[in-house]
């Protein structure tokens, strides 16, 4: 029913940026919060950013809380991650997720129903 593709994940080096993006389907993008989730390999998938419906709060892992930043536009079905100052520690599969309306706990993975296919962050040291 929602299909969400990820883009702009990539080979950078340490202390540089990126830019995730989340291409969402349907009519109704503005009823879903929207999260990203990251799995490195051989561990598990943790959570890294969230964002209510109107972009009006936002949620964040300690780990990246001051170096990432999620947004959303609205009007193009979009869903943001903007990395900065990368570390190797995030290196991993970069996941979109989303569900309708609010969940009890942004933070958690099994809040989130939909999930896009992942796009790789490498960050070398």
């Known amino acids: 029913q929602v299909q969400l593709v990820e883009s702009g994940g990539g080979l950078v080096q340490t202390g540089d940026s990126l830019r995730l993006s989340c291409a969402a389907s349907g009519r109704t993008f503005n009823q879903y919060t929207m999260g990203w989730f990251r799995q490195a390999p051989g561990k598990e998938r943790d959570f890294v950013a969230a964002i209510r419906r109107s972009g009006d709060s936002t949620y964040y892992a300690d780990s990246v809380k001051g170096r990432f930043t999620i947004s959303r536009d609205n009007t193009k079905n979009t869903v943001y991650l903007q990395m900065n100052n990368l570390e190797p520690a995030d290196t991993a599969v970069y996941y979109c997720?989303?569900?309708?309306?609010?969940?009890?706990?942004?933070?958690?993975?099994?809040?989130?129903?939909?999930w896009g296919q992942g796009t790789q962050v490498t960050v070398s040291s």
């Open positions: 997720a989303s569900r309708l309306l609010n969940p009890r706990n942004y933070g958690v993975d099994y809040e989130y129903v939909y």
